[in-house]
């Protein structure tokens, strides 16, 4: 069945650097890719949709200035956490190809 | 506006049955999902009702009636590892793939 991967699984970074999260299908091709933002013990909640080869599409309330996505193949998204804060620590999820397929996740905390 | 409510906490025993409801209001609706999220995992999707009725898979079935916004998810014959977060979605219309998830429930089963 149709696989989604993230990389990194987890990381830890000082406040004020720079994050690159990649979503990645790995048997199909995504034209259209999803990224969620979920803190402890609260429900996804959406950020943004990434199109392939066009600029993605922000939900409300979240700065495109800070989550810079690229969707610059029909197979990888990337997103980039800007000038991190502790704020910023969550859990980023992506998905594809529908809503059935989710990537595993990256834990993200920012010291 | 959206808006996708569940209960917060519930609690069961093992080889029971229980209903989590999810209520929803939306701006338009092309479908509702129900993931099952174990802690620090990523969704994995368990049903997907478009049309009124029930729909069953095994132990879980789901069943939605879009007149009065509501849908909900049934486990039978718990089990210990069911323990995890419930979390229903709605798909948005006009061929996109884009969800918005409800509250989430946290389901603890006990033996």
């Known amino acids: 069945g149709a696989v989604v991967s993230q990389h990194p699984s987890w990381v830890i970074c000082k406040s004020g650097t720079s994050v690159k999260i990649e979503c990645r299908s790995l048997?199909?091709?995504?034209?259209?890719m999803f990224w969620y933002r979920q803190f402890p013990k609260q429900s996804l909640m959406l950020m943004a949709t990434?199109?392939?080869?066009?600029?993605?599409?922000?939900e409300q309330g979240v700065e495109k200035d800070k989550f810079l996505i690229n969707h610059a193949s029909l197979t990888l998204s990337t997103l980039t956490v800007t000038s991190a804060h502790p704020e910023d620590s969550s859990f980023y999820i992506c998905s594809a190809m529908g809503a059935q397929f989710f990537g595993p996740g990256t834990r993200l905390t920012v010291l | 506006g959206q808006n996708i409510d569940q209960p917060t906490e519930m609690t069961a025993t093992e080889g029971a049955i229980v209903q989590i409801n999810c209520t929803y209001q939306?701006?338009?609706?092309?479908?509702l999902f129900w993931y099952q999220q174990h802690a620090g995992e990523a969704p994995t999707f368990l049903s997907y009702?478009?049309?009124?009725g029930l729909e069953e898979k095994g132990r879980f079935s789901s069943f939605l009636s879009r007149s009065k916004g509501y849908s909900y998810l049934l486990l039978k014959e718990l089990q210990m590892k069911d323990s995890a977060s419930y979390l229903c979605a709605v798909k948005e219309p006009y061929n996109t793939d884009k969800l918005i998830f409800g509250t989430g429930t946290r389901l603890q089963v006990f033996p």
């Open positions: 939306t701006s338009g609706f092309n479908g």
């Open positions: 009702n478009v049309l009124d």
């Open positions: 990434s199109n392939e080869g066009s600029k993605a599409t922000y």
């Open positions: 048997d199909f091709q995504a034209t259209t």
